[in-house]
């Protein structure tokens, strides 16, 4: 007997909408009855941290993930995101002897866009009484109704937190054999899931920004050695302009606001230098001699009552020495609050990391980001390393300062087809474009209470269907339908998609405790 599901045509990640079609192929060796073939699509967000211990007061609030030794003290939360079941055999409702040889067993599954736990009608169904019957057994959804759940966009896959978090995504077949003492053949293959993006708002002119003024300290007197061989001894000399004011410059980062991210994609950084004070001559001018972007994502783990945030981080840019150093101005002597923005050669060709996950929240697993930003600036221009006491001028100063830019959210590049963002719209939005404000139903008068109600005189526009605004329309205080809602049927996944692998191994086995029953 072999068991193997062949998906056809595969991609390197599946996203919502998509169709996921394939077969379950049976290989037997003797006749063999068998009474169900099911199919299964599952999403699981599971968690697990370890309980801290009671008498040290400190670590309470530090929860670290299980560690070899601690299995005792874990505490596990698994989170069903998906859950499909579909029959393949029997179709038609007879059982029949399988002869040897070799069978196949098509099915055909649709990707969602929201995650099913929050749902306690479809958690409901599964309890046992609202199976798909036939005699097999469904997941028992009383445990998704006692825990804490949040409506959200599938999450992606998530494997790079060992024993303490994972999502995964796979295909589930269980072949059922009747007859008390014949085990049933199970096979399971996992596949990598990546969401479609949320609506993008408008494009505007504001941006995000952090900033961070400094002010160099004023030079004290060089000396300067003469020749040994000259025969006079080393005097001090002072410098050339002993009057002249430090540099004070104001350094910001600045991104486009909303601060949205995309995979795959480069940053849409701008780092601009302004003058705070007046300065005269050019010795006073500053040069970027380094840069250092970070990405830094944070993860929240939760497990009922504990949490545990993990830090990662991903370099965009490490250049500790620019050659040549970039100078901030070109006019030193320039007029206060003067701007000058730096080139973004630096940077204008990383892109981001195809490992990086976008911003995802899940019942038990939440991921955000942040930008840091190092600068290294010199007041004058730095000395060649080889002979550094060859120039008579002053030791340049060196300063790093640090930004970061928090909030920040990564977008997985993957638009969602126009006809759903077409939907959303025109449920969210009245005929002229103007957001609906919730209205309160108006309360009958007593002379209207004892009048019976007259069925309303409807005139149908035939330019607008009813469920846009017309008089047989829903109430405009109706919450605005979700993606599953305002989907079609017919609606196909999108087209385009970036370069993704993320840190996923999706048909490696896991590494998470069991959970207790």
């Keep these: 007997m072999s068991i193997r599901i062949a998906l056809d045509n595969p991609p390197e990640f599946y996203t919502n909408l998509d169709y996921i079609s394939g077969r379950v192929i049976l290989g037997l060796h003797r006749p063999e009855t068998i009474s169900n073939v099911i199919v299964k699509l599952e999403g699981e967000s599971r968690t697990a941290l370890a309980l801290p211990a009671t008498t040290d007061h400190e670590e309470y609030h530090r929860v670290r993930g299980p560690g070899p030794g601690s299995v005792g003290n874990i505490v596990t939360e698994n989170h069903k995101i998906l859950y499909r079941v579909f029959q393949v055999y029997p179709d038609d409702g007879a059982t029949l002897p399988l002869q040897p040889g070799q069978h196949e067993f098509k099915f055909n599954f649709k990707l969602p866009l929201n995650n099913i736990c929050h749902d306690e009608k479809a958690m409901g169904a599964l309890l046992g009484l609202g199976g798909l019957g036939g005699g097999f057994r469904t997941m028992d959804g009383t445990k998704q109704l006692m825990l804490q759940h949040v409506k959200a966009t599938l999450p992606p896959s998530l494997t790079e937190f060992p024993q303490e978090a994972e999502i995964r995504y796979y295909i589930k077949v269980t072949i059922q054999r009747p007859g008390f003492f014949r085990e049933n053949w199970r096979y399971q293959v996992g596949f990598k899931f990546l969401p479609v993006e949320p609506p993008r708002p408008p494009k505007t002119s504001q941006e995000a920004f952090a900033r961070r003024p400094f002010t160099f300290k004023p030079r004290a007197p060089y000396y300067q050695r003469r020749s040994f061989f000259g025969g006079k001894s080393s005097s001090a000399s002072p410098p050339e302009d002993s009057s002249q004011t430090p540099p004070s410059i104001e350094m910001s980062a600045r991104i486009p606001f909303p601060s949205i991210l ?256």
Aim: hydrophobic content about 35%; glycine content about 4%; proline content about 15%.
């Design 262 to 517: 995309t995979c795959n994609e480069p940053l849409p950084l701008r780092l601009i230098a302004r003058k705070l004070v007046p300065t005269t001559t050019r010795d006073q001018q500053v040069y970027l001699t380094g840069l250092e972007i970070v990405l830094v994502g944070y993860t929240r783990v939760r497990v009922h009552h504990l949490e545990n945030i993990e830090r990662t981080s991903w370099v965009i840019l490490a250049a500790p020495q620019i050659s040549p150093p970039i100078a901030l101005f070109d006019n030193p002597a320039g007029p206060v609050d003067a701007e000058f923005e730096v080139p973004s050669t630096l940077w204008k060709d990383r892109r981001l990391p195809n490992t990086i996950a976008p911003s995802f929240r899940t019942c038990n697993v939440a991921r955000r980001y942040e930008i840091e930003i190092k600068l290294t600036l010199s007041w004058g221009q730095p000395l060649p390393p080889s002979n550094p006491f060859a120039s008579h001028k002053p030791v340049p100063q060196f300063i790093t300062l640090p930004l970061k830019l928090s909030r920040v959210d990564v977008f997985s590049g993957i638009s969602p087809p126009r006809e759903l963002l077409n939907a959303l719209v025109l449920n969210t939005l009245g005929l002229n474009g103007v957001s609906r404000p919730p209205q309160l139903p108006q309360r009958p008068t007593p002379q209207q209470q004892q009048q019976p109600q007259q069925p309303p005189n409807v005139i149908f526009d035939p330019l607008y269907p009813p469920q846009l605004g017309s008089a047989t329309a829903a109430a405009f205080g109706d919450a605005p339908p979700s993606y599953d809602e305002a989907m079609a049927d017919s609606l196909a996944g999108p087209a385009a998609r970036p370069a993704y692998s993320g840190v996923t191994a999706e048909n490696a086995p896991s590494t998470m405790p069991p959970e207790k029953s």
